[in-house]
């Protein structure tokens, strides 16, 4: 393997958006402490301002695990999540998160799903439109606010739950899955939409996907997770935007496809 | 094209609906008038349409019909409101304070098994038989009928949503106002339309026994004085109410729930 896929972790700083320090997850699985499971073990993660970040990873390797903490719907068996320095307690407003399912309030208008963090966190009805309007046409949706989640394809109904996302100003924007419902085209113009966005928004993104390709052509940093453990962590040396069909990108995805063990992890 | 088609199919069983009912009151008439003419059974037992008509617009001149019905819609509409009422307030508290669930589900389960309208001697002997009585009788049935399909509405919202919610900073209120209660409304109606039937079985009970004004009373009534046709008139007239009633009911959800009606038909044809 060539010299640029060598482990490179950022230095600590202050302008660290996602620290997880050694965090480890257990599900209790009986009555006796040694029947417990560890899906996550010693993890650590620094995630720096406006990075975008993958994690990569076979089915049921804790990457959702680990999502679901750093939104703070679980809690860490043992260790640290911090936000900008804040560790993480429950889920709040710092991290906006994106499903895999769009999660959309299927009574609420197209319009009316963005404004709602606006609404939650009371802001005012003429600030609300404003945030309202300038989402809308961020994701290019203009002439269907008023369509509800129902009417929507999911590439639209996803490009939603990002504005809603967004709309509420998160510091961190944490993804899981999220085109992994979609069809190979619309995928296809998600990625540049949503690079297009985080090159426009200046956000620090957590994405988790299982799809090598979409890893390395998305992310800065590519982080495998096998084995309950952080495999490798790797930073993609690569001009967007990227070209699938480029030596580079194949030899990394040659590289990852190697770490997570042939033909386990296919393509989209 | 899809549009047009979807439209005649409605069109289409709307007309069939229609001569339904026209055929079943034609058949009606025919049978009754047959029986006048060859005196299969009492001609007294199965008045016809047309003379049912006649008896209504006989009570209605003589101002004995239009003040039964009053009270008799007067009485549904407190007891289902307040019956209601105390099935989303109940319903709240026990999705939101497990303590009381846990006190008073128990309860409720074993009060739940016994139909209301076996209660109704002993309320009376309570608390007499005034009106109150009465609509507590009906607002009770509602309230047991429906309260089950508020507290799994409520109970059932997706823990994705939840979980979006709360990511957008939602406070546990706020998720119970912005997610939980809009998930259950659909279920509240679901509800509602099935305790309708309840409140409609308690109003007559309640109006049976120990009233002197309504449409069960006028039933009961009619039973002393043998007057078959004035039975026919009340029992048309409370399936018509009920109707209403359902049609309201129906009209809001489709209202309220446009995003729940599917756009496109399951299956084309």
Redesign the interface.
């Known amino acids: 393997m060539s010299e640029q896929v060598t482990q490179t972790i950022p230095d600590a700083g202050d302008d660290i958006a996602i620290r997880v320090k050694d965090v480890s997850k257990k599900y209790e699985n009986g009555m006796e402490a040694n029947d417990d499971v560890y899906v996550l073990e010693h993890i650590n993660i620094d995630v720096r301002k406006n990075e975008f970040v993958c994690v990569l990873g076979p089915s049921g390797c804790g990457k959702s695990t680990m999502l679901n903490m750093i939104a703070g719907y679980i809690k860490p068996s043992d260790g640290e999540i911090d936000i900008f320095g804040e560790q993480v307690k429950g889920a709040s407003r710092r991290a906006g998160v994106v499903f895999q399912s769009h999660a959309l309030m299927p009574w609420l208008t197209v319009r009316k799903n963005i404004m709602l963090g606006p609404k939650i966190n009371k802001k005012s009805k003429e600030e609300c439109e404003e945030i309202a309007d300038k989402y809308i046409q961020m994701i290019g949706l203009q002439g269907m606010e008023s369509y509800y989640p129902k009417q929507l394809s999911g590439g639209m109904a996803q490009r939603v739950g990002i504005a809603r996302a967004l709309a509420n100003e998160p510091e961190i924007l944490l993804m899981d899955e999220p085109l992994g419902a979609l069809d190979a085209i619309t995928r296809e113009n998600m990625r540049i939409e949503l690079l297009r966005i985080f090159e426009k928004e200046k956000i620090t993104i957590f994405f988790i996907t299982h799809s090598v390709q979409e890893a390395i052509y998305l992310a800065d940093r590519v982080i495998v997770l096998k084995d309950k453990k952080v495999d490798c962590d790797v930073h993609i040396d690569l001009d967007r935007p990227r070209n699938m069909q480029s030596e580079k990108f194949i030899e990394y995805v040659k590289f990852f496809e190697s770490k997570l063990g042939t033909g386990t992890v296919t393509s989209d | 094209m899809n549009k047009k088609k979807k439209k005649k199919t409605v069109k289409w069983t709307v007309k069939v609906n229609i001569i339904s009912l026209i055929v079943f009151f034609v058949a009606w008439q025919l049978i009754s008038m047959a029986n006048e003419k060859y005196l299969w059974f009492n001609a007294k037992f199965l008045p016809s349409p047309s003379e049912v008509w006649l008896t209504a617009v006989e009570h209605v001149q003589d101002g004995t019909l239009l003040p039964n019905i009053a009270i008799s819609v007067q009485r549904i509409l407190l007891g289902f409101g307040i019956g209601t009422g105390l099935a989303i307030l109940f319903g709240c508290f026990f999705v939101n304070i497990p303590f009381i669930e846990a006190w008073l589900s128990p309860i409720f389960n074993l009060f739940g098994a016994i139909p209301p309208f076996a209660l109704l001697p002993l309320i009376i002997i309570w608390f007499g038989i005034g009106e109150s009585s009465k609509v507590g009788l009906i607002a009770y049935s509602t309230f047991m009928s429906m309260l089950p399909y508020i507290v799994d509405g409520l109970k059932n919202t997706?823990p994705?949503?939840i979980?979006?919610?709360?990511?957008?900073?939602?406070s546990k209120m706020?998720i119970f106002t912005?997610?939980m209660i809009?998930?259950a409304?659909p279920n509240l109606f679901v509800g509602m339309k099935i305790a309708l039937a309840m409140t409609f079985g308690a109003l007559m009970v309640a109006e049976m026994l120990g009233a002197s004004k309504g449409l069960g009373f006028m039933i009961i009534n009619a039973r002393q004085w043998f007057r078959v046709n004035d039975m026919f008139l009340s029992i048309i007239i409370i399936g018509l109410l009920y109707e209403l009633f359902f049609y309201i009911l129906t009209f809001f959800e489709k209202l309220l729930?446009?995003?729940?009606t599917?756009?496109s038909s399951a299956i084309e044809k």
């Open positions: 997706s994705v949503l979980r979006a919610a709360s990511s957008l900073g939602a706020q912005r997610v809009p998930n409304l729930f446009k995003w729940k599917d756009v």
